[in-house]
């Protein structure tokens, strides 16, 4: 099992920024890929960034000028640095993590999510 915490969101006005972080804990040896998702009112769950243990990233076209997605040395903490907030940006932001078992079968996790709020 593989338990994932974000912290970081907040208000922020617009033209701001924010760092988002994400903490994995227990089965993280076996983590494999991680990643940011946002969900705005009304919305599906939108895809931001990824990034493998090869350290592969990947944006989502809409952040990839102002979205940054890194990682700690010891692979337990990833974050997103966003800047150039506006309103759009508004939603619950939360972490994924994937992980591969040593038989081969594939597990996915979320964490609880943090609310990003941006005001004008």
């Known amino acids: 099992q593989v338990q994932l915490v974000e912290s970081g969101g907040g208000l922020v006005q617009t033209g701001g920024s924010l760092r988002l972080s994400c903490a994995a804990s227990g089965s993280t040896y076996f983590i494999n890929a991680m990643g940011w998702y946002r969900q705005a009112p009304d919305n599906q769950r939108e895809l931001l960034a990824t990034?493998?243990?090869?350290?592969?990233?990947k944006y989502a076209d809409n952040v990839k000028e102002r979205f940054n997605i890194s990682r700690d040395d010891v692979k337990t903490t990833m974050f997103l640095e966003m800047n150039r907030l506006d309103a759009a940006d508004t939603a619950v932001y939360y972490c994924?993590?994937?992980?591969?078992?040593?038989?081969?079968?594939?597990?996915?996790?979320w964490g609880q999510g943090t609310q990003v709020t941006v005001s004008h």
């Open positions: 990034i493998t243990w090869g350290s592969v990233i």
């Open positions: 994924n993590a994937k992980r591969s078992s040593p038989t081969g079968e594939e597990y996915v996790y």
